[in-house]
Each structure stands twice: as C-alpha cells, then as structure tokens.
C-alpha cells in the first residue's frame, strides 16, 4: 500500500469517526425530542443519558469506537483502524480540555 493510500485512509477514519460522533448525537438528539413530544413518563432518564454522552462523549465514545476498530482490525484494514483510534483520541482531549477550561471558569480563586 503507497504513502497515499496510507495517509488517505488514515483521513478517513477520522472522518468515519466524525460521522458516528454525528450519527449518534443526533439519535439520541431526535429521541429525546420525539420522546417530550408524545409526554413520556420516563423523558428525566433519556435526557439524562443524553447529557452524560453529550457532555462524557471522551468516555462513551468507548461503546461504539471499540466494536469498529475491532471489526477494522479483523479485516485488515489497519490504517483505518489507526484512523479511528485517532479520531477517538482527538475527540477525548478535546472533550478534556473543555472539561479543564470548565473547571478552571467555576473553581474558587
């Protein structure tokens, strides 16, 4: 496999990764929407694993990246793979650092 091919399919696992990042906000997104609209009793506990995963999504990304990279693994298809494992970490430290900035706002002086 080229440098080319290497690099491209490196791009598009993170891209890939973009793309489930999106794919899931906005389904869990639509289902708590669609949930307030018909008056569901038990709205607090979908809300409530919305925002975990929205505000946590450097730790619940776990539940979906690893069955990928795995599946990816298993094909062969490495540089994928390390496509969407970066993918995955730049969205942990980037959801770090949002956390620290956070805190660094609301701590006590």
């Keep these: 496999m080229s440098r080319r091919t290497k690099f491209s399919n490196l791009i598009a696992g993170i891209i890939l990764v973009i793309g489930m990042h999106l794919v899931v906000t906005s389904t869990l997104f639509a289902l708590v929407l669609l949930l307030s609209m018909i008056n569901y009793t038990q709205i607090n506990i979908i809300e409530q694993i919305f925002i975990i995963y929205f505000f946590g999504i450097g730790i619940t990304q776990i539940i979906y990246i690893i069955p990928v990279a795995l599946k990816l693994n298993r094909q062969k298809r490495t540089a994928l793979m390390h496509g969407v494992i970066i993918g995955a ?11 620290l ?9």
Excluded: D, E, K, Q
């Excluded at 900035?101 to 002086?109: I, K, Q, T």
């Design 101 to 109: 900035f956070l805190f660094s706002l609301y701590s006590p002086r």
């Design 89 to 99: 970490v730049l969205t942990a430290l980037i959801n770090g650092g949002y956390w």
